[in-house]
């Protein structure tokens, strides 16, 4: 197995500012060439685009902070959102704009799966389209590009193969992320990531625990599993590791005090990864555990594999546990045929959980997705209005909860200083947002005890105590 380096943001390598066209050529005898890397999307997103960026570094590429001073363009899109495809046209048009001559630019991620060539139809100045599960193939493909080569593709989707690169450029200097799945073999109605990220691949357990432990080495003491299912990890490898057996290994490495995972689906969600939380302080006491709905029959629609019932089983070995668990989740409201009576389950199945976050969507149509035919849409106006019902309730809980915590200590990791003056913020270990003062001169990445003195309905404000 091959060994890899991470890069933190803090500890980059020739860390040369190259700010315009001018710099690009005075720099073109030592390096290929510069990229300017721009992301939307979710942390997963976030994360493959350091991976991109590393893969680009290896090649002999340095990073620059406009686009105009890169001979490429790379622009790393999300498909999850409404109108998706028709913001990332409009984005292409305005790199047009910019396009100096020998400058190439790229699409990668869920748009490029999802449009494929048709963007090159509709953006000729368009050089690469790649979605995330042809990542790996990038080497060649940016090769390709680089002998001038016009419409290049790495479009397949169907591999049991994961991104595995021989660089990260880390861009979060306290919260390092690990993609420990790929993909999604789930199949809900309304969700377009089965077709854009291909189907779901675990990568090798030991590949997980040598990059953690690398992390840890380079100072990383906070890390994130992420997948878009991530606990329905299945390790290829033959020790065959459970995703709890993963994460408890993980809290054992030296240097680490924090691990953390993200997504998990109900469905395989499982009373071993509670224990693994209440046995191991290292493990986050926070779940990201989406519902999307309340009613049984929405969730039968949704194709979710789960009932409202089992759901709240789930909820309940949680709230079992010894350690407080901070559960958030996902709703969409207004899924086609969804009645009023179906919205007041999801109230009332709100009511029941209590989450400490609540992540809101309206149901919109995605691309090639069961959903797109269903009859019975819900009017835009009424999804407004059951959102905003939804909001106002989770908004009033989490203020009421969060007012609890005042002239409590909470344990905040601190990931940066804000521009007031000794203002600070951070995470508490359940994921919270905490924002403090301290005239302490030298934070950041520290782990500090914050005595809670107020809350919005987002964070907590507090001071540290020394
Ligand atoms: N894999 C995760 C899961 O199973 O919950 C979430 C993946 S998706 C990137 C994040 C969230 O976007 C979903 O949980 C869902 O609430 C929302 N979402 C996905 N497709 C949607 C659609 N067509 N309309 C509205 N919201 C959607
Ligand atoms: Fe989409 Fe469902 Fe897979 Fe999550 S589990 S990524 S919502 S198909």
Redo the contacts with the bound molecule.
Sequence with gaps: MGSSIDIRLDSLVNPQPVNSRAALVANSASVRGTFYLETFG?QMNEHDSEKVAGVLLSRGYQRVENPEAASLILYNTCS?R?KAAQKVFSRLGVYRELLGKDQKIGVLGCVAQQEGEEIFRRAPWVSLVCGSASYRNLPQLLAQVEAGEQRVTGLDNDTDETFETEITRRDNPCRAYITIIEG?D?A?T????PFTRGPERSRDSSRILAELRQLADVGYSEVQFLG??VNSYADPSPRKMKFSELLVEAAQVPGIRRVRFT?S?PSDFGKDIVDAIDAHPAICNHIHL?V?SGSTRVLRAMRRTYSRQEYLEKIALIRAATRPIAVTT???VGFPGETEAEFAETLSLVDKVRYSGV?S??????PN?A?LSMPDAVPEEEKRRRLAVLLEKQRNFQLEDLQKLRGTAVEVHVDGKSKKENQWYGHSSFNCVVNFSSSSEDLLGRYVNIRVTACTPNSLLGEHTL
């Design positions: 979710c999850i409404e999604c789930k809900c309304y969700c377009v990531v878009q299912t997504t689906h989406p999307q996902d709703i969409i992540f969507f309206k149901y919109s149509t995605r997705t959903a």
